[in-house]
């Protein structure tokens, strides 16, 4: 009997999920997480910036080894580090504007900026930005930094559209979400590079989840519907939970197909 030949290394090693719905339902939540955990340790805590910033900053180093001493992608150590540098890139932000005191509409660019030049140093040396390819350490390195670039830079346009600008965080979650649907809509009916949909899209989600986050946890005098950055966290980490690890145990059942495969 003829053997099946075995799945391709990209596959067996690729260490970031397959894009699907459950992926970016994972990824706004994880967003709207990283605002309103970084809020509640803030704030709720009484931990201040400073410390939560150091805390957020090694709990994500620690997951960030985890994740690179995998050899292949492992959900809920993935997704453990996306909650991280979600809370991590919205602490940047807020440093850099209370700290410093240094305007949203100039972080904003800068982290743009920071943002293009990572892209354009990782196309430079690898020749592609997919995340489809991702089974290298350097490959890896790019995507981590890239996603805390992101983080910051959704941060930072979402309190200057939300704050800044006074769209206020309901009509800023539609602008953002509009945003999102269009680059969906371009990519499904008009073609659109499917590697650059995907990081417009990933860039929109995190101002999208940040401004989300805020309707829901900031009181109604601040023009949210006051459910707490408590409430809100808990209720997003629940379903980040049960989802990653419903995903957990279909990686599993899928290795071992792969593992029979190979039989």
Known sequence: MNKIEPASPERLLNKVPEVTLYFWVIKI?????????????????NLGLTNTSILMAALLVAALVGQFRKDRYVPWIYWVAVVLISVVGTLITDNITDHFGVPLQVTTTIFAIALAATFAAWFAVEKTLSIHSIFTTRRESFYWAAILFTFALGTAAGDLVAE???????????????????VTLAHLVFKLNAVLAFWL????????????????????????????????SALFLTVILGLVVYMTGAERRRSALDAARLV
């Open 201 to 232: 899209a990933y860039i929109l989600t995190r101002p999208f989840g940040a401004s989300f986050g805020d309707l829901l946890s900031q009181p109604a005098s601040n023009g949210g519907l006051g459910l707490g950055t408590v409430g809100t």
């Open 29 to 45: 939540m994880a967003t709207t997480v990283g605002e309103t955990a970084a809020d509640f340790l803030n704030t709720n805590l």
């Open 164 to 182: 800044t600008l006074k769209l206020g965080y309901l009509y800023s979650a539609i602008a953002f979400g509009a945003g999102i649907a269009l």
